[in-house]
């Protein structure tokens, strides 16, 4: 299996998903757009993505407005339906591939819907779910996370620091079991004498505190 990271920022106008960006990564490959057909207006006067992701965009060169903002000579920015073809490229190029998000919901929605198709008619190759970094917080006692200190709203950086928490809680899962739906924490394991070709261990551990 190849975990592929991702994240996206986009509009929710209640009916539908407006993508405005997406950034995936997978070990040290990684993919990042713009979608050049969103709807600039709606997301210029939007109340969360005017302060918190348009700064991270390109700006348009000449007088900014409401729906000219963007730079459309970019190189990151690109028509949905490119974007579309390249993001599932890219997915599908690896063996096996899991996706992986952070409150991924939407974000599964939005990359279905990048190609204008229902969810049920994903290209062959593309995971039909996002696995949520938020689930395997949760079964690990929600330990204590990495710190995303800058690009916060940034879809690639989003999708990298998704991939360094996905990272922190692959090693952390290797250090804890759950009995009897009770989480510990491995100290050890010991070898034992087991019957005829069994083997036996003896497991030496610290009950976590719940939540």
Not at 43 to 72: A, M, N, Q, S
Request: glycine share 8%.
């Amino acid at each position: 299996m190849t975990r592929i990271y991702y994240d996206t920022e986009f509009l929710d106008t209640g009916h539908s998903i407006e993508g405005v960006s997406i950034g995936l990564v997978a070990g040290e490959r990684e993919y990042y757009a713009i979608n050049g057909d969103m709807p600039q207006a709606s997301i210029y006067w939007d109340k969360f993505l005017r302060p918190e992701v348009i700064p991270h965009l390109p700006r348009y060169p000449g007088p900014v407005r409401p729906h000219r903002w963007l730079d459309p000579w970019h190189p990151d920015v690109k028509p949905r339906q490119q974007i579309a073809a390249e993001v599932y490229a890219f997915i599908t190029s690896f063996p096996d591939p899991e996706l992986w998000g952070d409150w991924s919901a939407f974000d599964h929605v939005g990359l279905s819907w990048l190609a204008g198709r229902p969810m049920m008619e994903l290209p062959p190759g593309v995971p039909d779910r996002t696995n949520d970094l938020q689930q395997e917080v949760a079964r690990l006692g929600n330990p204590p996370l990495p710190e995303q200190t800058t690009g916060r709203h940034h879809a690639l950086h989003d999708a990298r620091h998704n991939q360094q928490v996905g990272d922190y809680l692959e090693e952390l899962a290797n250090k804890r079991i759950t009995i009897n739906g009770r989480l510990y924490e491995v100290i050890k394991w010991d070898s034992r004498d087991g019957n005829g070709d069994e083997e036996a261990w003896m497991l030496y551990a610290r009950r976590l505190p719940a939540g």
